[in-house]
């Protein structure tokens, strides 16, 4: 079943005032797995996710996602089937209203009404945030904003879901909330953060990306706990590590 | 508190009244956009030298106020603040138009005065009406009424965004004032100088701003088209609504009700 | 300066909500022809950025008076003619909502004199011609001054045109002019100023920026000018209808927006109906005795009170009576539905 992979296959990517971002990264993420990305600041993560929905081409190799090989033809069916949730959720909720915000991107994929209004609520409430269903996001707490973007994604269905830096300036209790989230769900998924306790209670496996290039992929357990590898790239081991 | 965050406040006031929940606020926006503007229609119509007539009109705006349970405080505030460019103009009317109008044992009063007088209770009532549209009005009601009465989707969307963003970015930009200020000790106004590079500084992370969103719009499969789904429906209580303001409205316009109450007990 | 509602006669908000709302839906076709998908929120946020930029105020250098941005310059110059119209629109319409700032029979008015002005006047006619892609600095300066200069002129001059055909202000146009266009001169000044200082700001910093702006903005070619003079042409005969319109038939508007707001034949006969029924309440209430109810009077008594020289002083007296009484009245209905609404929970 090839359904839900994604693979990255040398893959470079250079932004068009030069900046080089990736140089050559390569690795596959299997249905089901979820996978925490993890690295110094400017090291690419970032580019990475934008590549998995497709807003942005590799310069050179091969990303598949799924059936799909990622071209200028395929990328919006790609954008379908990966939903990705962005760092600043205030640049993510652009509608007036939680509703409309959501109800978004099932409304562009052309369902009906009823079955708009139903994916709607189901998202809401599997993000744990249907009570905000008619506010407007610019009352809403950051935590509540993170939980409606990811509401935003899931109500499209994506067989992956992508997140990029997801527990930046939560607070404890809404990170928590977060981690139990993200526990329950069946996707694949993919995180980067450089919240390590939220990669190790959440994913099984960790890629270090260091200047553009995969330089470590493994159980998460395993990569991080090795300290001269989290040295080297910014890292630090994970607080509930450090306690032993 | 700086003036920069005063009115910044004061809009997200307005803003969070307009979720309360009341008889007025879940009228439907159409009904009470086209009440509004039939109110400020028949208020203006008026001949200048009217002030008596228009009086009964005040039951309209104290109808929304305390329907809707708004404070009176707020609106009368919001008054004092914005009245000066109608008093700059109305007030010259009793300096250029001094033809005796009325006289009330001995004391003669001009013309000018009187319209004058009509001017600010004009301004009160239709600033006061607007207010309240928007206090018992979600700004989303607002624009979706605006969409379904054929105004043009561009512009429609355009208010979206706008309302949606202005929150954010007045945020950014109170805070960066602060930060100003903070350095800046005690000059009150910013020199134009700073003022330039602040909003050069806004403008910037306003255009990667509108980037990231792009981003965010496409990866939810957005084709240049946003699509908007119909909520409200005008049922018996806004039809009802609608014909009883309408029909005092005219009553009120057509008869002087205040003369002949005043001529009964005078 | 924000045109106001009070100051306004319903047909000259009207005529100016028409050619507003008019230029509006012209503007939105033209966009949706070109429509670049990452205008959309372009147009969004930089509207949000000229309504927050608006709420800083800066010191006017030498007067120690402040003053705030305007931004309808900036956003033509940033977006172009079409875009920046209804980006400018929503500003305003987000103004008159929040701020209150003129009302929302002004709004037509204000459209025009802040939007359509500098966006299809003083854009196409003064900047463009001035500023060309490789335009320095000091050249740039130059044009946003002058076009702001001649924008405020022209929309403050609309202001004074828009109060006096309304009728309701005695102020004689001389005067008018002369007190509202020096001032209009220096505000034009610091708002060229700050114009110039914002677009060389961050064509200095940060140059892409601009040039990726450009880029989605549509039709960046040159306007034709035939389309721009039947705007203009539009514009002419708009106003010179309505001074027509007032020069005939005396600034009282009132009988010709009730006809045009409720329609007209039936009008009589409900009034009369109405008439009535209020009579045989009346006289079962016994609450106005002598009142005699001008049935047949309509017609004269609201359009005579403008040329009435004289009033006798028991109106002026039922006046105020019945002005406290109706007050009286109205602050016991707004209490008696707060106590209602207390009463039920």
Known sequence: ?244 | MLAFDKEYFNIGFLDTLSYKHSFVHSLDPRIKLLTTLAFILCVVSFPKYEVFQIIPFFFFPVFILSAGNIPLKFILKKLLVVSPFVLFVGVFNPVFDTEAIYSLNGFVISKGWVSLLSIMIRFILTVSAAFLLIATTSFMGLCLALERMKVPKVFVVQLLFLYRYLFVLAGETMRLIRAVNMRAFDRKNLSIKLFVSITGTLFMKTIERSERIYQAMCSRGFDGEIRLLKRYKINFTDTVFALATITVFIILRKYDITNMLGRALG | MHMSDALLSPAVGSIFWAGSLGIITYCARKLKDHLNGSLVPLMGVIGAFIFAAQMINFTIPGTGSSGHLGGGMILAILLGHYAALITMASVLTVQCLFFADGGLLALGCNIWNLGVYPCFIVYPLIYRPLVRSGSSPKRIATASVLSALIGLQLGSFSVVLETLLSGRSELPFNTFILLMQPVHLAIGLVEGFVTAGVINFVKAARPEILESVLSARPLSADISIRKLLIILLVAAILTGGALSWFSSSNPDGLEWSIEKVFGKPELPEQENMIASALKAVQEKLMFLPDYDFPSNKIDNSSASDKDSSFVDPGTSVSGLVGSFMVLGIIFIFGFGIKVFKKSRG
């Open chain 1, 1 to 244: 079943m090839s359904h839900h992979i994604v693979e990255f296959k040398d893959v470079y990517y250079t932004y068009p005032d030069g900046t080089e971002a990736l140089k050559g990264v390569t690795f596959r993420i299997h249905h089901g797995e979820s996978v925490g990305i993890v690295g110094a600041n400017g090291t690419g993560k970032s580019t990475l996710i934008l590549q998995m929905n497709g807003f942005l081409l590799p310069t050179a190799g091969t990303i598949r996602i799924g059936d799909l090989q990622l071209d200028k033809k395929t990328r919006s069916e790609i954008g379908k089937k990966v939903g990705v949730v962005f760092q600043n959720p205030d640049d993510q909720l652009f509608m007036p209203t939680v509703f409309d915000d959501v109800s978004f991107g099932p409304l562009n994929m052309g369902l009906t009404i009823e079955r708009v209004i139903e994916r709607v609520d189901e998202a809401l409430r599997t993000a744990g945030c249907y009570e905000l269903r008619d506010r407007p996001p610019h009352h809403l707490s950051l935590g509540q904003k993170r939980a409606v973007t990811i509401a935003a994604v899931i109500s499209m269905q994506p067989d992956i879901l992508a997140m990029d830096e997801p527990a930046a300036s939560l607070d404890p209790k809404a990170r928590r909330q977060l981690i139990t989230l993200l526990k329950g769900f069946k996707h694949t998924k993919i995180i980067t953060s450089h919240d390590l306790d939220l990669i190790l209670d959440v994913c099984e496996r960790c890629i270090v990306i260091a200047n553009g290039k995969v330089k470590a992929d493994g159980p998460a357990r395993e990569i991080l706990l090795n300290q001269q590898l989290l040295d080297e790239n910014n890292l630090e081991l994970p607080l509930s590590l450090q306690r032993r």
